[in-house]
């Protein structure tokens, strides 16, 4: 998969270095490339904001830098890049990033970042390139961050975690919260480790039994209950009929 991201901090990416999304990169899963937006100005300055036609608080990034970098960006496509990027522009008005559109990214060849700073990029650029891409505006939640690129970093990690070969066990994501199967809408419970003991807390002695059948109950429940408590809206929306006898006497 290709990525690449435009930004006014390419410094603030270094993070796509490291741990697995730094791995992937290395071992040639993930080609990412991260370009800095103002060698797209023309002016002294390099300025890529101005004041907000209308009025009001705060600067909008303009769109001439913007429509420059894309272009450069999507004009650089080699017969690898044959199917044609996708445009994902970060933003808290955008759609909400979940899971199910990770998996969908994920599914893409080729993703071109647009994080923006100050009060967002100008409107006509998402349009103009609306008509020749897949531009998806996303926000990663119910906050206001200083600018998209730790939304990059949120989305990038994401997405990298499900290609083929990325995860080193292909069958880690398979009990992820929020991922498609028997678990749908469910929360994932808690996980231990050895030692058996550690402050005087014990493990759960289900897990010990050797009983496949009751640790998967008790994963059940335990999934459940913490999916009652910390996300009651998930259990309202799902499908009763992927509630089973056990669930419902929790
Ligand atoms: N930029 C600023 N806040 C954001 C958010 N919540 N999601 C995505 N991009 C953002």
Redesign the pocket.
């Known amino acids: 998969m290709r990525l690449d991201v435009v930004t006014i901090f390419p410094e603030y990416l270094e993070p796509l270095n490291v741990s697995l999304v730094g791995k992937a990169r290395t071992r040639g899963q993930l080609d990412v490339r991260v370009h800095d937006l103002r060698e797209w100005t023309h002016d002294r300055h390099h300025t890529v904001d101005d004041t907000p036609y209308g009025g009001g608080p705060g600067m909008v990034m303009k769109p001439e830098p913007w429509g420059e970098a894309l272009d450069a960006v999507i004009g650089s496509a080699t017969e690898q890049d044959e199917a044609g990027p996708a445009l994902i522009v ?3 008005s ?1 759609r909400p ?1 979940t899971q199910a559109l990770a998996v969908e990214l994920s599914q893409r060849p080729w993703l071109i970042f647009a ?2 700073r100050y009060e967002g990029i100008d409107r006509r650029v998402m349009d103009e390139y609306g008509e020749r891409l897949d531009v998806y505006e ?11 690129e ?2 990059v970093l949120v989305i990038t990690e994401a997405v990298a975690r499900l290609l083929p070969g990325v995860l080193g066990n292909a069958d880690s994501h398979r009990d992820d919260s929020f991922a498609p199967g028997a678990m749908a809408s469910l929360l994932e419970g808690p996980v231990y480790t050895k030692p058996p003991e550690w402050r005087g807390r014990a493990i759960p002695d289900v897990l010990v039994s050797g009983h496949h059948g009751k640790i998967a109950r008790w994963r059940r429940d335990e999934a459940f209950r913490r999916t009652a408590s910390h996300r009651p809206d998930l259990i309202e929306r799902c499908d009763p009929s992927s509630l089973d006898k056990g669930d419902r006497a929790i």
């Open positions: 970060p933003t808290p955008g990033f994080p923006a996303v926000s990663i939640g119910d906050y206001v961050l200083a600018g998209g730790a939304a």
